[in-house]
């Protein structure tokens, strides 16, 4: 009967626009982390797709304390299991040293201690410069960078110790991710280092 498939329609978009409000996880249980550069197809490069994952993107992909805020929800009451970090080769955070970044913004903006972080949070504000330069995060070692962050969470007390962490990162040059400290030019006859759609399969 129509009738029955028409409803079935609106039973399955009631369900998805209700999705927190019933509990319902999202598809892969996957909350995902990764770099903002618009080279980086974070969808595509883990074969996922609308309605699969959570998926936080800011400067780096690194850990910030809205990263924590995020994660901490998601795998406490959202159902998810699982947390994926891509991190990137040529990435931003590494093109420029943290003191060029606190003078340059320091000269524009004056006193960068002073400089509101958070609307809903106007006690939260950096000691001096050196803090300043801390929080920016710039990074020289992206294998290290990503390695040390699923150490981090791993690790924190807001984060249920169940959930499952990795961290990848993607070759700009190749368009493929990888493991970190894997490089695909140190085994260029071993295919299984090549890490294409871990959620595809
Ligand atoms: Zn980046």
Redesign the pocket.
């Known amino acids: 009967m129509l009738h029955e498939t028409v409803d079935g329609q609106i039973q399955e978009r009631l369900d998805w626009v209700l999705r927190r409000q019933r509990g319902i996880p999202n598809n892969r249980r996957l909350f995902v982390l990764a770099?903002?550069?618009e080279?980086?197809p974070v969808e595509e490069a883990l074969g996922i797709t609308t309605g699969d994952a959570h998926i936080f993107r800011n400067?780096?992909?690194l850990v910030t304390d809205d990263v924590i805020r995020s994660a901490m929800l998601t795998t406490n009451f959202f159902g998810t299991e699982e947390i994926v970090i891509i991190?990137?080769t040529?990435?931003?955070?590494?093109s420029a040293r943290t003191e060029t970044l606190v003078k340059a913004l320091s000269d524009k903006v004056g006193n960068l201690a002073a400089v509101a972080l958070d609307p809903a949070l106007p006690e939260l504000k950096l000691t001096d410069a050196n803090a300043f330069g801390r929080w920016i995060k710039m990074f020289d070692d992206v294998d290290q960078i990503s390695e040390s962050q699923v150490a981090f969470l791993r690790d924190h007390p807001l984060i249920p110790s169940h959930i499952k962490i990795s961290s990848y990162i993607y070759e700009v040059e190749s368009g493929r991710l990888r493991r970190p400290y894997e490089r695909l030019s140190d085994h260029v006859n071993d295919m299984r280092t090549m890490v294409e759609h871990p959620y595809r399969g």
């Open positions: 770099c903002m550069d080279r980086l400067a780096g992909g991190n990137h040529e990435c931003g955070m590494m």
